[in-house]
């Protein structure tokens, strides 16, 4: 877009206000009003007096008011989905399908994974061995080149037991935002 240096310049309750021009109508859509500066016609970018970009400037063209928008932003394609802190815009529709989601880019659409909380389980079996006590109980360790030797041997029991820990989330510390698709 060439932004000209002219500005539409307005004041209103005291406060100084200016609305882009640009160099041609295509830059600024179907909705525009033409302004002559200097022998120039310079254009400027007409939406819904809704619209986040809207000034205090209105014009009625057939039985519509419309408004001077601020700045002409590129117009975005039907299906663009844009993120925002509140209720969607005119025109636009929520996309749930991204509701309680982490965004991942890839090279095409689709797919799905993750969970948002895990444990872990372990498992301590009934019966342990160990090489070292008291009792009298020998038992030969074959030791290869070296002959071997001889090792006291006793066992501990107890009643096995499984171990779960409690579960716990996977998320990151996050921002709630709002999807919407433009329609």
């Known amino acids: 877009m060439s932004l000209h240096s002219k500005k539409l310049r307005y004041r209103k309750d005291g406060v100084d206000y200016a609305v882009n021009l640009y160099t041609t109508a295509a830059e600024v859509g179907s909705n525009y009003a033409r302004v002559r500066a200097g022998g120039t016609d310079l254009y400027a970018k007409l939406g ?88 009298t109980n020998y038992r030969w360790v074959d030791g290869g080149s070296d002959g071997g030797h001889w090792i006291k041997e006793h066992t501990h029991s107890y009643p096995g037991v499984n171990i779960t820990t409690s579960s716990g989330t996977n998320q990151p510390p996050y921002t709630k935002i709002v999807f919407c698709r433009k329609t």
């Open 48 to 135: 819904i007096t809704s619209d986040p970009m809207a000034s205090h400037l209105r014009i009625r063209k057939g039985d519509v008011d419309y408004a001077y928008l601020f700045e002409a932003l590129d117009d975005l394609p039907t299906g663009f989905i844009g993120m925002f802190t509140g209720s969607c815009p005119d025109g636009w529709t929520r996309e749930t399908e991204f509701d309680d989601k982490l965004i991942r880019g890839a090279s095409s659409y689709g797919g799905s994974g993750g969970v948002t909380a895990h444990t872990h389980t372990y498992s301590i079996p009934s019966t342990v061995s160990s090489q070292y006590g008291t009792l």
